[in-house]
T-cell receptor, first 116, second 116 residues
């Protein structure tokens, strides 16, 4: 089944304790992205990647890091989490538009992070 | 900067009604527009994708239209059912070649309740 998976789905942590949220897709997509969703602010892009070893900042990258060492994986790293990073996080992937096939963007199930 | 607005913010209808959700965007230079459904606490499910060169897309009881020049899209739901109750999100994708390539800019969503 074609899908985007995220782990963990739920995480409660404390300020300053480094964490990684993993994201993996099995659709051979070049483009991957992380979003956060907050009440009243909607979904906002954190980082994106257009291919292996190619990453760039989205609208709200502060406090986050990403890496793209393999095409299927795009982990989100919080080196020193703070309470304002409490949010619902989504990973997404799609083909690039110049590839054959739809560039519909697929989303993972979400990771609910609470930073105390 | 692209801004996406969805009207109404919430809508409550009796089962069986046909309804229209509206989405408007400020920058008409989009690559495509995608409608999603989000159930409470869950991920995003893609409903319809309209490329910038298309006028509409249909899937079952759903029909989405796009008027790029006026910056508007509508999602029409025919014969609504209680199972259609969810938040509906509209998102536009930036054009290729720009620094925001591939990014989806989301509206705040319309919360739909269909009561029996």
């Amino acid at each position: 089944e074609a899908q985007v998976t995220q782990n963990p789905r739920y995480l409660i942590t404390v300020t300053g304790k480094k964490l990684t949220v993993t994201c993996s897709q099995n659709m051979n997509h070049e483009y991957m992205s992380w979003y956060r969703q907050d009440p009243g602010l909607g979904l906002r892009q954190i980082y994106y990647s257009m291919n292996v070893e190619v990453t760039d900042k989205g609208d709200v990258p502060e406090g986050y890091k990403v890496s793209r060492k393999e095409k299927r994986n795009f982990p989100l790293i919080l080196e020193s989490p703070s309470p304002n990073q409490t949010s619902l996080y989504f990973c997404a992937s799609s083909l690039l538009p110049d590839r054959l096939g739809s560039d519909e963007q697929f989303f993972g199930p979400g990771t609910r992070l609470t930073v105390l | 900067k692209q801004e996406v607005t969805q009207i109404p913010a919430a809508l409550s209808v009796p089962e069986g009604e046909n309804l229209v959700l509206n989405c408007s965007f400020t920058d008409s230079a989009i690559y495509n527009l995608q409608w999603f459904r989000q159930d409470p606490g869950k991920g995003l499910t893609s409903l319809l994708l309209i490329q910038s060169s298309q006028r509409e897309q249909t899937s079952g009881r759903l029909n989405a239209s796009l008027d790029k020049s006026s910056g508007r899209s509508t999602l029409y739901i025919a014969a609504s059912q209680p199972g259609d109750s969810a938040t509906y999100l509209c998102a536009v994708k930036a054009n290729a070649g720009g620094t925001s390539y591939g990014k989806l800019t989301f509206g705040q969503g319309t919360i739909l309740t269909v009561h029996p």
